[in-house]
């Protein structure tokens, strides 16, 4: 089937693969969006809203009672809401009751707490049930839900729980030795920890046994008036500059969460939902809780980390319907090879969707060889809470493609405009900026404490998405690269200057420049050009022990696979750190306009 050429996504020219037409599901369900452009003609945000409940007597909207207590008190309590498989392939099932309970019940813990409104509950954790409960008993309790990445090291942990104030953290006894520990007393604000403990040791000081908190507490919560403007949650993204940036957002964005599902996932009731996303990033709450629980559905969750063979008896054993990933676990699937996967009976496989990284042409067409469905790609960000952009059940793929605005969402190309601001530019196939109209329930409603870098992102009535991109004649848009050096490592975005930070602390490193280098697999890798202080040698010893303080201090995922030793770094006049010419040199690409190069 793949006589096309290969893609040319690293220019962004749509790709010359053919359109991936798709046939009609034999006797199977029609999608929820059936006709594209009347989808679009005929949507609003306002109807999207009466598709959710709110809360019983006009009490406002939250996410929690959307996703889990309207279809408890719905007749469905006993529906299983969350099945988890644990590492070692044990399963347990938390019915929609079970989660309605459990949730009351960590509601009632962080109320006699004292924590309240508008104060941020932080994980640190992996895809552990306690990790569901506390997100949603958080939300329940209108506290703000703030998820942290597992695999950071201390330095990352340290620096957005500084930004979140978060007074309550929940996390493991492991985690909490291996990185909370030594860091607890940077966090002035963190007054409760909560421990979900997984080996028999003793409970360190000044701790909570989690498990014994929710025990003690009632199950019994009445979620209070709950306002669609009222802050819901914190999702930390990274820039190109400066200290991680914390992303709010809403009850209202629910709305999104759920009407996206519907139209870009295509949930449909009765599916069994698998997001393989790890809980410490976006796509973990929106696509990993929120979605599926809001559509009533039967959510998969695994705690293990990727493994083709055990990913692929998941979704035979518990005929996952709808199975949205990641390009990189869809590289390292097909590495493992299609004859793996036509061992397995994936035959409950309905839709197959992908985010967070270029998909490349030959990984949607690899879907059909393994899975008899294409990969679906679509696009969004931590800024928007939800999908924007996306190919649909309905519509034929263009493979390499992102696909079209979502009903309700309004994209556009942008470049800068002679004012100072921004134009659309409406001929098709000319790069350009990504922007959407502001609008969508979904957005964020600012970074914390850092009102000008939210500013930033605005200009001429649109929401700049810092993703370079190209629109087709049809409307198909195609992503091109970022505009900024932020990184892509197997789906994390990573700030290149929090690396070079960790990097600084070293004794040696005299000056530091990272880097996103392209790799088949993670789409990039970490890779860090240091230049070193009088009296050290560039030589093997010192590489090591760089690497390994950063893997200290950042966590393994986002300390560089690579360092390199130069003599000197491209800096501007002012003195800033030119990647992009760090980058080009080590591509070989041509290199561009230097006149702002500080001469060396
Ligand atoms: P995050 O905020 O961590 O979710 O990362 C968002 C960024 O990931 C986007 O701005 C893009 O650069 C990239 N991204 C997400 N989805 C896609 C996609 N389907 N194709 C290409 N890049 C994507």
Redo the contacts with the bound molecule.
């Keep these: 089937m793949n006589e096309q050429t290969a893609s040319t996504r690293a220019t962004g020219h749509p790709t010359r693969w053919a359109p991936l037409v798709k046939r009609a599901p034999a006797g199977g369900m029609a999608p929820n969006l059936r006709d594209y452009d009347q989808a679009c003609a005929e949507f609003s945000w306002d109807q999207a809203r009466g598709w959710l409940d709110g809360l019983p007597g006009g009490r406002g909207l939250n996410i929690a009672h959307e996703a889990i207590d309207r279809h408890a008190a719905g007749g469905n309590g006993h529906r299983v809401a969350l099945r988890w498989m644990s590492r070692n392939g044990a399963g347990r099932d938390f019915t929609y009751d079970d989660l309605r309970k459990l949730t009351n019940r960590f509601a009632n813990v962080l109320c006699r707490l004292g924590i309240g409104q508008g104060d941020v509950v932080a994980t640190l954790a992996g895809r552990i049930p306690c990790l569901y409960i506390a997100a949603l008993g958080a939300l329940k309790n209108r506290s703000v839900y703030a998820p942290l990445y597992s695999a950071f090291g201390p330095d990352p942990i340290v620096s957005r729980m500084t930004i979140a104030r978060a007074r309550v953290l929940v996390t493991t006894d492991v985690l909490y030795h291996r990185k909370v520990a030594s860091i607890r007393e940077q966090m002035p604000a963190l007054e409760h920890v909560l421990l979900v403990r997984e080996t028999a040791a003793p409970l360190p000081p000044a701790t909570w046994d989690c498990n014994a908190l929710l025990d003690a507490a009632s199950d019994e919560f009445t979620i209070p008036p709950t306002d669609p403007q009222d802050l819901a949650l914190l999702h930390f993204?990274s820039g190109t500059t400066g200290q991680p940036k914390g992303a709010m957002h809403v009850h209202e964005a629910v709305v999104a969460h759920y009407a996206t599902a519907r139209f870009a996932l295509d949930c449909q009731p009765g599916d069994r939902f698998w997001c393989t996303a790890d809980p410490g990033?976006?796509?973990g709450t929106s696509y990993g809780i929120i979605a599926p629980l809001t559509h009533g559905l039967t959510m998969i969750v695994d705690e293990a980390d990727f493994e083709a063979e055990r990913w692929y008896r998941i979704i035979r054993d518990e005929r996952v319907t709808i199975w949205y990933t990641a390009p990189t676990a869809i590289r390292m699937l097909m590495k493992a090879g299609t004859p793996l996967a036509r061992q397995h009976d994936l035959r409950s496989l309905r839709f197959l969707g992908?985010?967070?990284?270029?998909?490349d042409p030959e990984g949607v067409v690899w879907g059909v060889d393994a899975f008899d469905h294409p990969f679906h790609?679509?696009?969004?960000?931590?800024?928007t809470g939800g999908i924007m952009i996306a190919n649909f059940a309905s519509m034929d793929i263009r493979p390499g493609s992102?696909g079209r605005p979502l009903p309700g969402v309004v994209a556009a190309i942008v470049r800068p405009a002679a004012d100072g601001g921004v134009e659309a530019i409406d001929e098709p196939g000319v790069q350009g900026e990504l922007a959407l109209r502001p609008g969508w329930p979904s957005m964020f409603r600012g970074y914390l404490g850092d009102e000008e870098r939210y500013r930033n992102c605005f200009a001429g009535g649109y929401y700049l998405?810092?993703?370079l991109a190209r629109r087709d004649p049809d409307g198909y848009y195609w992503?091109v690269g970022?505009a900024d050096d932020v990184i892509?490592s197997s789906g994390?975005?990573i700030g290149p200057f929090e690396v070079e930070s960790a990097l600084l602390e070293h004794e040696a490193v005299a000056g530091a420049g990272v880097i996103g280098k392209p790799d088949p697999v993670a789409g990039e890798i970490v890779k860090a050009f240091v230049t070193l202080k009088p009296g050290f040698a560039p030589d093997e010893a010192v590489r090591r022990s760089i690497q390994a303080h950063a893997r200290t201090r950042l966590g393994a995922v986002v300390a560089p696979k690579e360092v390199a030793f130069v003599a000197s770094l491209p800096l501007t006049r002012s003195g800033k750190i030119m990647r992009r010419l760090l980058k080009a040199r080590e591509l070989g690409w041509p290199e561009g306009d230097t006149s702002t190069l500080e001469p060396s």
């Design positions: 993204t990033w976006v796509t992908s985010v967070g990284e270029p998909l790609d679509n696009w969004w960000q931590t800024e992102m998405t810092g993703d992503f970022r892509k994390h975005l």
